[in-house]
């Protein structure tokens, strides 16, 4: 166990609906990381944090996605206006030192 | 950026028999090689990771190489168990960018 809790694990919604995932990683955990992993694949980053700072963001993350760490604890992850092709796991990582990263276990999200 | 390839797609050992997977990377600044065994409706889990600085590192059954010139890194489980089925990731790291291999399906037959 990583000590990173992510809510729901599992959400079905409807094409045009907004979701929005939590992330809770460890109180020691400075950075955190969204993925997004499909079928078959390795997980694809998006987006990570340092403290609350967003410092990064992937072209994946087009402008229906938006993250936000408010007080360098959790994070959430929103989609808006869902489309079928956001259907997939979202991971969320936790980090310690400067590399290494510990997931949890994921949002299965799958849009109808 | 990174491109990160991993062979291969998938692996069928008996158990007891050793398994090796490889990866290559591109880009040469990448200086940290985690690896990831991801089980089904699992998050992944890290496993073993390596840094630029060493040529080898070993955990148990788990080993991972790494040739910084030729550019690629494997991982090498002896001793194969069934509980060792599931899907495996390489990933290599360079100033927190880290780019995924598209994994390795291991099947551990008893």
């Known amino acids: 166990d990583t000590g990173v809790s992510q809510d729901p694990r599992h959400k079905i919604t409807k094409r045009g609906q907004n979701v929005t995932f939590r992330c809770d990683p460890i109180?020691?955990?400075?950075?955190l990381y969204w993925y997004r992993q499909t079928l078959g694949q390795g997980p694809e980053f998006l987006t990570y944090f340092q403290n609350e700072a967003q410092l990064e963001k992937s072209r994946l993350l087009s402008d229906r996605f938006s993250a936000e760490r408010p007080k360098g604890s959790f994070s959430t992850l929103e989609i808006q206006r869902t489309e079928q092709g956001d259907s997939a796991m979202y991971l969320c990582?936790?980090?310690?030192?400067?590399?290494?990263?510990?997931f949890g276990p994921g949002t299965r999200l799958l849009v109808l | 950026g990174e491109n990160v390839e991993q062979h291969p797609s998938t692996l069928s050992v008996q158990e007891g028999d050793s398994a090796v997977i490889k990866c290559t990377y591109s880009?040469?600044?990448?200086?940290?090689f985690p690896w990831y065994k991801q089980e089904l409706g699992k998050g992944p889990q890290l496993i073993i990771d390596?840094?630029?600085?060493?040529g080898e590192k070993k955990d148990q059954r788990i080993a991972v190489t790494l040739n910084k010139t030729a550019k690629h890194f494997s991982l090498h489980i002896t001793e194969t168990q069934p509980e060792d089925s599931a899907v495996y990731f390489c990933?290599?790291?360079?100033?927190?960018?880290?780019?995924f291999g598209a994994g390795t399906r291991l099947t551990v037959k008893p």
């Open positions: 880009d040469s600044a990448s200086n940290y």
């Open positions: 390596i840094r630029s600085n060493v």
């Open positions: 990582a936790g980090a310690l030192a400067v590399e290494t990263q510990y």
């Open positions: 109180s020691e955990h400075n950075r």
């Open positions: 990933a290599a790291s360079s100033n927190n960018d880290m780019r």
